[in-house]
């Protein structure tokens, strides 16, 4: 008999990090894997989704212009909670640390359904930064049935918390499946500098970079594209804390450009092709080491902190004049700069991992 295993995604790094591994699934014989989409984030998701090739199977279709933390997740309950019911997969998985994952946990509680998180454990130690992932992150980590963690520094976080070991495999992180599939796939020349300059590539959005942090980081961005041998991309996220913060001060500036956000393979050829990253998003922080990238992390703290122990990436905060600093050290200095890639979030075969462990689990409780 086949077992169900219903993958849950909203946001574009779960649709991401959860592709290859819906991809690794619906290759094997044992198993249906269906999608839901709760579309928390509609068209970022959907991107990735079509990239890859991959159609849900049920869409909630939540977006909703102003949303707010508790509207969406009040929707996404009612929604969520009849469709597994109906549904009745014999596990849920879902990835990360959104409202999407959850609720995906709280709905599977309720329905007596196992739960499955995909990038379990990471955990900074202070529930408002970042938020309001840190919460959702307590709660999925209390419910979860089963903890891939992708490293073992986050499974120990989660043996600190009580979660029983064998409940905790680590198994790398599916975002360098995804990574280095695409890499392979995509031409970086679109995006390389004029000769004799260096691309800095730059994503900042997150809610606690808002308002003044997210305006000290552009002012040590506009410091650092003084330089005529720096070139400064930055694709703009839709959001309406973001957008016109950074068109206000980045805007017009000859050597930055200013862009929406770039689709998932084109976003992969900007990291191959620059010199230097500077972002607060997770995801970018596990994918430039893979790339030999280094990465400056526009936050006070990190839950990936490997990538700092290693020497591949550096806090600066939204201190401007560390920013400009430790930019300039690393632009100036090559053999500051990772030489070759470090594949400290996995080795590319994540999804394996996880599909044999999930087999074995199933086939257990037939």
């Given at each position: 008999?086949?077992?169900?295993?219903?993958?849950?995604?909203?946001?574009?790094?779960?649709?991401?990090?959860?592709?290859?591994?819906?991809?690794?699934?619906?290759?094997?014989?044992?198993?249906?894997?269906?999608?839901?989409?709760?579309?928390?984030?509609?068209?970022?998701?959907?991107?990735?989704?079509?990239?890859?090739?991959?159609?849900?199977?049920?869409?909630?279709?939540?977006?909703?212009?102003?949303?707010?933390?508790?509207?969406?997740?009040?929707?996404?309950?009612?929604?969520?909670?009849?469709?597994?019911?109906?549904?009745?997969?014999?596990?849920?998985?879902?990835?990360?640390?959104?409202?999407?994952?959850?609720?995906?946990?709280?709905?599977?509680?309720?329905?007596?359904?196992?739960?499955?998180?995909?990038?379990?454990?990471?955990?900074?130690?202070?529930?408002?930064?970042?938020?309001?992932?840190?919460?959702?992150?307590?709660?999925?980590?209390?419910?979860?049935?089963?903890?891939?963690?992708?490293?073992?520094?986050?499974?120990?976080?989660?043996?600190?918390?009580?979660?029983?070991?064998?409940?905790?495999?680590?198994?790398?992180?599916?975002?360098?499946?995804?990574?280095?599939?695409?890499?392979?796939?995509?031409?970086?020349?679109?995006?390389?500098?004029?000769?004799?300059?260096?691309?800095?590539?730059?994503?900042?959005?997150?809610?606690?970079?808002?308002?003044?942090?997210?305006?000290?980081?552009?002012?040590?961005?506009?410091?650092?594209?003084?330089?005529?041998?720096?070139?400064?991309?930055?694709?703009?996220h839709p959001n309406p804390n973001v957008r016109p913060v950074v068109e206000r001060t980045l805007g017009g500036h000859p050597r930055i450009t200013l862009c929406d956000p770039l689709d998932y393979p084109e976003m992969?050829?900007?990291?191959?092709?620059?010199?230097?990253?500077?972002?607060?998003?997770?995801?970018?922080?596990?994918e430039a080491p893979s790339l030999g990238k280094p990465v400056l992390v526009l936050r006070n703290e990190t839950d990936r902190p490997e990538a700092v122990a290693a020497g591949v990436a550096w806090l600066v905060g939204a201190d401007r004049e560390r920013i400009l600093n430790v930019a300039t050290r690393l632009l100036d200095d090559p053999g500051a700069r990772p030489g070759t890639a470090r594949n400290l979030?996995?080795?590319?075969?994540?999804?394996?991992?996880?599909?044999?462990?999930?087999?074995?689990?199933?086939?257990?409780?037939?």
């Open positions: 008999m086949k077992r169900r295993v219903l993958v849950v995604v909203g946001t574009r790094p779960e649709a991401i990090k959860l592709a290859p591994l819906v991809r690794a699934l619906r290759g094997e014989a044992w198993v249906e894997c269906r999608i839901l989409a709760t579309s928390q984030h509609r068209q970022m998701q959907d991107q990735v989704l079509d990239y890859f090739d991959l159609r849900p199977d049920r869409d909630l279709d939540l977006m909703r212009a102003g949303q707010t933390l508790a509207d969406l997740t009040a929707r996404m309950i009612s929604a969520m909670d009849p469709v597994l019911a109906e549904e009745r997969p014999d596990i849920v998985l879902a990835q990360g640390d959104t409202t999407t994952v959850m609720v995906a946990a709280l709905c599977a509680f309720y329905q007596r359904i196992r739960f499955a998180h995909v990038e379990a454990g990471l955990r900074t130690g202070d529930k408002w930064r970042p938020f309001p992932e840190e919460g959702n992150r307590a709660i999925v980590g209390r419910l979860a049935d089963v903890h891939f963690a992708p490293t073992e520094r986050a499974r120990q976080n989660l043996l600190a918390e009580g979660v029983p070991l064998d409940r905790v495999h680590v198994v790398g992180n599916t975002v360098i499946d995804a990574l280095l599939w695409t890499a392979e796939r995509v031409d970086a020349s679109r995006f390389r500098p004029a000769t004799g300059r260096k691309l800095v590539l730059v994503t900042a959005h997150r809610r606690e970079n808002f308002g003044v942090p997210l305006e000290q980081i552009c002012l040590g961005l506009r410091a650092l594209a003084e330089r005529s041998d720096v070139e400064i991309l930055y694709p703009i992969v050829a900007a990291m191959q092709a620059c010199t230097l990253i500077l972002t607060d998003s997770g995801g970018i922080q596990e979030y996995g080795d590319g075969r994540s999804s394996e991992a996880i599909v044999r462990i999930l087999r074995e689990l199933l086939a257990r409780t037939e």
